[in-house]
């Protein structure tokens, strides 16, 4: 098995517009010591003297301020004014997620291996790779340290994130953001066979055939096993992202339009 997840966050080779990057950085990394100040000053104002109360008053007033100031820190304001060719295809983005969002599963792939030898086949339910999944979500939800008046397509799995802005594609993997352009993104999307166990399986994607866990050269059940389960070929989507600079997400939905829709989208997006 071998990782199939792209660069860190570290290593992707930036676009060359960091400004925002940059700030989201800062603001992620922001440590706040809001708390521990009031903390000592309230309770300093407690244990001393009958006027303590105003110092134990005045740490109250400096929380708040404290506080907002806070909030203004760990947070980068972005407004976009989209118009013309660029908002039509923005809001077809939009509708494309919208319907990936709808699709009943989704993963992302992390590892994937060949079955190269016949007892792998055999003992593999006939498949002829395997594959590590993690699953995912699709929504609207902007990175927390992000404040903009637009919805954001987003795909999440696991501490890592994609969130497609007008502009480009923020990358975010635990506390660390990175950027990619349009321009350098390279998609592709297909339906691919997937083997599950029975029970489960989601309703808007179409099982193609079936297996055994124990397949015999020829396909069948392998009669040697006693406890042979029936599997499930599941027809799924299967959309892949990359970019020269490392970045490569493998994304895969029980809804094969779902995946199509979305390649479509980011194919048509603007390369300025």
Known sequence: MEDVTGA???ELVATGRGDIVEQLNDAAAY???TWPIFGVLFLAGLAIASWGWLLSGAALVAL?????????KRRVIVF???????????DSLVDSTTVAAASQKVWRIVESGQVVTTRQHKTNA???NLVSRVSATVTFDAPRHLATNIAVPTITAGHTSLH???????????RQYADVAYGDLVSGARSTQFIEALGGLPTDAQQ?????????VKGGPDRRYSNNPERAVMLYGQLEMSSPGGLYWKVQTSAVSATNRLHESLRAAPRH
Not at 64 to 72: I, K, M, S
Not at 164 to 174: A, C, T, W
Request: charged share 30%.
């Open 8 to 10: 860190t966050i570290h």
């Open 31 to 33: 440590r706040s010591w």
């Open 64 to 72: 708040v301020y404290l506080v907002l100031r806070d909030q203004a």
């Open 80 to 90: 976009y004014d989209v118009e013309g060719a660029d908002e039509r295809w923005f």
């Open 126 to 128: 006939g498949a002829g």
């Open 164 to 174: 497609f802005l007008p502009d480009r594609i923020l990358v975010k993997e635990g």
């Open 208 to 216: 193609v055939d079936r297996t055994w866990q124990y397949v015999n």
